[in-house]
């Protein structure tokens, strides 16, 4: 398996036995470090504001609670984009922390937008011709809305993603992933649900809109017979580590397949991960 993009992330926290940054001192680490990355992002960029989407979701609460700590509740804003019925009641979790987190906020109804872009595009009747090709206009769109907003206002747009999906390719490539940065990016979900217990965000949104309908990535971990936990640490010590395949399976418990399994989805989605190929390069 190749490991070009996979340098031990934070390799400086402090870890559990399972190699998780997941102990009392690497969140109270990350608790400081976070916020002080986006301070000094925005201090460097010379901006004024940062952007996030809000999805009702535990990654975007927090990332609004660590830019709120960054630079000030008057200086965020956060965007909630439905584009279907469905996305009505995450949308109302989106709204609610907002509001908690007193930042201004807005809401953006996109299906209307996404059906004028279908008909100028053409080659689609609407949603449910190609659901994968909607989802990732959907994604690119609220990313280019986000943008907008972001030029705009001499913002910053903060991207949620983790490193679970970054692994697992659970993204669209040019939508989630195309942000000012990943504030995210060197963190499982489980490390990061394990922050935002840390934090105090609310467990029955960690639990029940984790990984919300609104952004709908395709993973294989919804598909196998055992939980996030493990799959991240899984990832955690074949990837990171480059610890042996059968000595992974061993250590979690499962059988030697399903690391293949995940190692395969992980080196199918790694064009996800990778900058655009220049003829200096190569393919």
Not at 65 to 80: I, M, N, P, Y
Not at 239 to 257: F, L, M, S, T, W
Request: charged share 25%; with cysteine.
């Amino acid at each position: 398996m190749t490991m070009a993009d996979s340098d031990a992330p934070l390799a400086d926290l402090p870890r559990s036995s399972d190699g998780l940054a997941t102990t009392d001192d690497a969140l109270a680490r990350l608790r400081e470090r976070l916020p002080r990355f986006l301070e000094e992002r925005v201090a460097d960029a010379g901006a004024d504001r940062l952007v996030v989407s809000l999805d009702g979701g535990v990654e975007t609460a927090l990332a609004a609670t660590f830019a709120v700590e960054a630079v000030g509740q008057d200086r965020v804003t956060g965007l909630v984009m439905p584009a279907f019925l469905s996305h009505e009641a995450v949308s109302r979790n989106a709204e609610a922390i907002a509001t908690a987190l007193g930042i201004e906020h807005r809401r953006m109804q996109l299906q209307p937008v996404l059906a004028a872009f279908q008909e100028t595009v053409g080659g689609s009747d609407g949603p449910a011709d190609d659901l994968v090709a909607t989802n990732n206009a959907l994604s690119r769109l609220r990313m280019a809305c986000a943008y907008y907003v972001a030029n705009t206002t001499n913002a910053l747009v903060v991207g949620t993603v983790n490193r679970t999906q970054s692994l697992l390719g659970s993204v669209t490539k040019h939508g989630e992933t195309g942000a000012d940065c990943l504030l995210f990016g060197d963190l499982y979900r489980t490390e990061v649900e394990a922050l935002a217990r840390a934090v105090g965000i609310p467990e029955e949104l960690t639990v029940e809109t984790s990984g919300s309908p609104l952004h709908p990535g395709e993973s294989p971990a919804t598909e196998l017979d055992v939980d996030p936990e493990t799959v991240d640490r899984i990832l955690r010590c074949r990837i990171d580590e480059g610890v042996d395949a059968a000595v992974v399976a061993e250590r979690a418990g499962v059988d030697v397949k399903l690391i293949e399994r995940l190692e395969t989805w992980s080196e199918r989605t790694s064009h996800k991960r990778c900058r655009p190929v220049r003829p200096s390069t190569g393919a």
